[in-house]
């Protein structure tokens, strides 16, 4: 059984800054691609930032410059450093992961920003 964990939501103002991290735990064989989706209430969910095992990063287009997504091999965790915070940046957001040729999602955390 493979568990994502996700960690790091809260509650932040305009302007400010998050980090969330996600580690994947269980019988672990291989790890491609780990990336992060946000959805906002009445919204679908959609794709923030993937980072597969080889190849280059892809960010959403509304976040690029202001998040950045990294990743501990060691560790099976992922991250995701949220500058410069928006109010619409709003949602739950939940690590999503292909490990052992199955993706797999984690509970989802909340993000809050007030203006």
């Known amino acids: 059984q493979v568990q994502l964990v996700e960690s790091g939501g809260g509650l932040a103002q305009a302007g400010g800054s998050l980090r ?9 064989f291989g790890i491609d691609a780990m990336g992060w ?8 969910r959609e794709l ?15 976040v ?5 997504i990294s990743r501990d091999n060691a560790k099976n965790t992922v991250y995701l450093q949220m500058n410069s915070l928006k109010p619409e940046d709003t949602a ?7 490990i052992n040729f199955a ?4 509970q989802g955390t909340q993000v809050t920003v007030s203006s």
């Open 20 to 28: 969330l991290s996600c580690v994947a735990s269980g019988r672990i």
């Open 37 to 44: 989706y946000r959805q906002a209430p009445g919204n679908e």
């Open 48 to 62: 923030v930032a993937v980072l597969p095992s080889r190849g280059s990063t892809n960010y959403a287009d509304f």
């Open 64 to 68: 690029k410059g202001r998040f950045t």
């Open 92 to 98: 739950v957001y939940y690590c999503n992961a292909r």
């Open 103 to 106: 993706h797999y999602w984690g």
